[in-house]
Nanobody, 114 residues
């Protein structure tokens, strides 16, 4: 089972993108889904995640600009990114957790030009 991420691309500073992620096959028991990102030369960092109960968590650097939403039953998670800045340039990976298992997407490139 894989998570399939899409929606990345090239955008000018101040622009918006919406990332989407869906499981290739049904994953039962997902209780958390979210997004990480990795910029060149940097460690992968959590951007935002959401639980099956609807609780959300954001990195300080994206609060007020990014919004995460998702449906654990449908195995989907989205990331609405507004007011993008060059520092947001990275590969964005979606992930999900079900019990002790972690699932990852292949990553989608987001590039923000100044």
């Amino acid at each position: 089972v894989q998570l399939q991420a899409s929606g990345g691309g090239l955008v000018q500073a101040g622009g918006s993108l919406r990332l989407s992620c869906v499981a290739s096959r049904r994953i039962f028991g997902l209780y958390r889904m979210g997004w990480y990102r990795q910029a060149p030369g940097k460690q992968r960092e959590l951007v935002a995640d959401i639980t099956s109960g609807g609780s959300t968590n954001y990195a300080d650097s994206v609060k007020g600009r990014f919004t995460i939403s998702g449906d654990m039953v449908k195995n989907t998670v989205y990331l609405q990114m507004n007011s993008l800045a060059p520092v947001d340039t990275a590969i964005y990976y979606c992930y999900g957790r079900s019990g002790p298992y972690h699932y990852w997407g292949q990553g989608t490139q987001v590039t923000v030009s100044s």
